[in-house]
């Protein structure tokens, strides 16, 4: 059928096999174009679509819920219910998000975009179905992947425990990003080997009535499995076999590469844009591959993401042992760093801004209050990360640097980040969390600190009066920027790099309460509970005006870089007009 005709799922219900499978066909070469051109999430995309089409095929969407893990799997989701355009036209690709998202469509049923949470979302709903006494489907969709992620097992445990209709669809891939972590994937390889039929049941074990489907990219079996489950009334779990990228032979041959893609040539599946210049992947690599060489007791951790800490399979067959990927898991990977540092190891537990969040509580209770010497390496800790609203990186300041007992360090640059990491690495006194800048990688022009143990002392980059500007991290180079700006309106201001955003450098602020009489903080994070504050309620009812400049507290989704910061007022133009208001 013609793809631009499809309104609602409703349209491809009255199809045949064949018809299908032509479907299929189309949505992934529409899809590819898009993704080729646009980027985005291939692999898990190009393995679902089947299974997406079967589906909104058998069930009754809307009525009929359907909850999807991620939801970064959910392109030709999109396709079916009313979102085709955004697809087939590429002015328009920009007019849907990459998630599920409720504002775009009400077969979108929350905005998703971290790991292991549908099941306990499901869950939920089908219990609300059945305390209000209504009838309908409830299905949550996860991955494989995904099932490493605590949320997700006890999704599983409650669900289990459901008297009622509960449809579990398992998207068993063999992977996560990139290859699966732990104990619970030996059971479901055994599954897939013996096509479902083995005694020793994941599933079955905690209480599911279960299906296997070894062809989860066959159309024609898919949709027979889901008929069988449609309208059941206790919960289930429908294990199905599918190929991460089937369709598009590099993304089959390269599963991890194309699990997430900048724009590629299609015929190839080479990047477009492939960037040769410094990244600080790389750099932490390269870094705690020669420390892990120096010393056995060196360790890297990640939960599920090794591709953001620039280790590629050759660098984790290199590693070997001491490189720990624990699956989609950061309370795990949090609470065992703290174990490894207990008992005499080197971990470095290297994160995502926006994951870290989800391990609050061992950052706290595992880390910081036993005051093993953990260090946190937060990666994509900046407005010039990823953009969407799932994913936003400006939380981690606020996060934690008011955990009591952690040292948050803060480097503009890579030598600054180098040495605040083999410091961190070396002692062994303290929970050490480093922010590693956002956007290109800057160079030190002078000579930089290699211990960090005097805590909270603060570096003055150019000493001048009036005004001084700190700038944190990353953001250092626009409080130089204003402080250009200000020059040539006759004011040397003073700029400073804090470092340090868990402390204050006091005696460095109270010695400018000799000769300036404003104090500017600018901080790639959130105003509310960031950096800035700290240096507001330090002054307080003194003489010192400040002048805190930062992100607000809210969500943004898909935001431009530029218009962000000027609707923050975090230019270094629109920082230097204000200070020159405020001081006149």
Known sequence: MELSKITSPADIRGLGVTELKELCDNLREVFLEKVSAHGGHVGPNLGLVEAT?????????????????????????????GRIEAFLDPSKYDEVTGYTNPKESEYDLFTIGHTSTAVSLAGGMAKARD???????????????????????EGLDEGATLKSNFIVVVNDNNMSIAENHGGLYSNLATLRETKGTASNNYFKAIGYDYLYVDNGNDIETLINAF????????PVVVHIHTDKGHGYKPAEEHKEAFHFSAPFDLATGKLKNDDEGESYDEIFATEMLAEMNEDPKVCVLTAGTPGVLGFGPERRQEAGRQFIDVGIAEQEAAAMASGIAKAGGRPCFGVVSSFVQRAYDQLSQDISINGTPVVLNIFYGTILGMNDVTHLGWFDIALISNIPGWVFLAPATVEEYLS???WAMGQTQYPVAIRIPGGKVVHSDGEVNIDWSDLNKFKIEHKGSKVAIIGAGGFLSIAKETAALLKNEGIEATVINPLYLSGLDTAMLDDLKKDHQLVVTIEDGVLAGGFGEKVSGYYGTSDMKVANYGLEKKFADRYNYRQIL??????????AEDIMKIIS
Not at 227 to 234: A, E, F, L, Q, S
């Open 227 to 234: 008929k069988m489950v449609k309208d059941i009334n206790h």
């Open 131 to 153: 305390l209000q006494g209504q009838a309908y489907n409830v299905v949550a969709l996860v991955g494989d992947g995904s099932l490493s992620g605590g949320e997700a097992f």
């Open 53 to 81: 089409v079967a589906l909104h095929y058998v069930f009754d969407t809307p009525n009929d819920k359907i909850v999807f893990d991620v939801s970064h799997q959910t392109y030709i989701h999109k396709m079916l219910t």
């Open 566 to 575: 000027e609707a923050n007022r975090l230019t270094a133009p629109q920082i």
């Open 420 to 422: 605040m990491q083999r």
